[in-house]
Every structure is written in structure tokens, then in C-alpha cells.
């Protein structure tokens, strides 16, 4: 149980053009989702919280404008990169906390973006 | 900045061998603490978790230990296995201020000796 996906797994695209990545959470309810971005031989940086039915908050210096999150469902929120240059090829990965538990977080396998 | 950070990012240890993997953290108000271990191209994988009530847990052949004190955790791996290869990551639990997420540390890549 407790299973996260992601799709797609990897994208390449143009820059300028836009890219949507879903977080689907397969087997329970997610009231909370968040979104990471690592970048090569790097942590895991949080860029935003997602909560079902609300606003996405952001980390400080992350553009709100740029990277679109919508979580309007219990089990998917979705980050749109607008705008995509190359500095946003990076692997995204989002984790669901389990409705209810507030310390619990389930990861994806991530998103690798690459924009050329 | 951040606040949870790792000593070493690269730890090679003989297979059969155990490993001990640290990790500072700065936040002395954090009361969980989790360990994930990470596969090239892959998300993060819970390994082991603590809670600041407690200085030691124990899964299978891994060993989490937290000195609040020092604002210091470990992770042990017995018996390092080739499949044990991966980078380790601590993370902290941060809640509140109207973000509520994991903060990671630099993560330690963890090489297996035949």
C-alpha cells in the first residue's frame, strides 16, 4: 500500500513551452502533497506545499508564477512548469502525506525534465 | 540555509562490513527525524524513522541513533550488501510557518568494496 506515481517518468521538451507532471496518489488519500526539485549530485530541495482545495505554498525563491500547482483531488496534484528554460531541467519529485497522519510522507519516483 | 547536513558525501566500505552514516542537524526544535535511501533515478525510499523521545531504533540491519544533545544522528547498516549502494539521505521534520515539508540534508553516497 501507500503508493505514489508520477507521470510522465521523463520529459523533454522546448524552451518556452510548457510541461505538466502529475502526482497520483494510487491507494489512499492524500490531503497533502509537496514538491521537490533535486538538481545532479543534490539534495532535495521542498518548493511547495500543496494542500486538496486550496492554494499551493511556496518556498522562499521559488516562482509561484512559474511552477503552477494544482491539487484539486484527494489523490492528484499537478505542477506545471510555464515557461520552461534549460535551468529547470531537474528531477521533480513529489511526495503525498496520508489524510489524517501528519508525519508521514510517501515519494514518488520522480520526474526527470529536461528542457532544451 | 539549511539545516540538516551530512559530514561526508562519499563513504566506501568493504561488502560485509558495517556502515555508519551521520548527520547534523541545527533545529533543536525538530522532533522527527527520517532516513531515505536513494537509487540513481529513483525517489526516495523510507528506510528508517525516529522520534526525539527516543535515542535508538532499530529495523532490520539498520540501526537509527539521535543524540539531542549534539543535535547528531546516525544511521547503521550491518552487514553492507551490494544492493545497500545508494545515497542516504536524513531528513527533518519542519512544520508550521505555512510550509510543511522535509528538509533534506546533502545526502552521503554510499559505495560498496567487493
Known amino acids: 500500500g501507500a503508493v505514489v506515481s508520477q507521470h510522465p517518468s521523463w520529459v523533454i521538451c522546448k524552451s518556452g513551452t510548457s510541461v505538466k507532471i502529475e502526482c497520483r496518489s494510487l491507494d489512499f488519500q492524500a490531503t497533502t502533497m509537496f514538491w521537490y526539485r533535486q538538481f545532479p549530485k543534490q539534495s532535495l530541495m521542498l518548493m511547495a506545499t500543496?494542500?486538496?482545495?486550496?492554494?499551493?505554498?511556496?518556498e522562499q525563491g521559488v516562482e509561484k508564477d512559474k511552477f503552477l500547482i494544482n491539487h484539486a483531488s484527494l489523490t492528484l496534484s499537478t505542477l506545471t512548469v510555464t515557461s520552461a528554460h534549460p535551468e529547470d531541467s531537474s528531477f521533480y519529485i513529489c511526495?503525498?502525506?496520508?489524510?489524517?497522519?501528519?508525519?508521514?510522507?510517501?515519494f514518488g519516483p520522480g520526474t526527470r525534465l529536461t528542457v532544451l | 540555509g539549511e539545516s540538516v547536513g551530512l559530514h561526508l558525501p562519499t563513504l566506501s566500505v568493504q561488502e560485509g562490513d558495517n556502515s555508519i552514516i551521520n548527520c547534523a542537524y541545527s533545529?533543536?526544535?525538530?522532533?522527527?527525524f527520517i532516513w531515505y535511501k536513494q537509487e540513481s533515478g529513483k525517489g526516495p525510499q523510507f528506510i528508517i524513522d525516529?522520534?526525539?523521545?527516543?535515542d535508538k531504533r532499530q529495523g532490520q540491519r539498520v540501526t537509527v541513533l539521535l543524540n539531542k544533545t549534539v543535535k547528531h544522528l546516525s544511521l547503521q547498516i550491518a552487514a553492507t550488501q551490494p544492493g545497500d549502494s545508494a545515497v542516504y539521505f536524513c531528513a527533518e521534520w519542519l512544520s508550521g510557518g505555512g510550509a510543511d515539508g522535509l528538509t533534506f540534508g546533502k545526502g552521503t553516497h554510499l559505495i560498496i568494496q567487493p
Open positions: 533545529n533543536s526544535a525538530s522532533d522527527y
Open positions: 500543496s494542500n486538496e482545495g486550496s492554494k499551493a505554498t511556496y
Open positions: 511526495s503525498a502525506r496520508v489524510a489524517g497522519r501528519t508525519d508521514t510522507q510517501y
Open positions: 525516529i522520534r526525539s523521545n527516543m
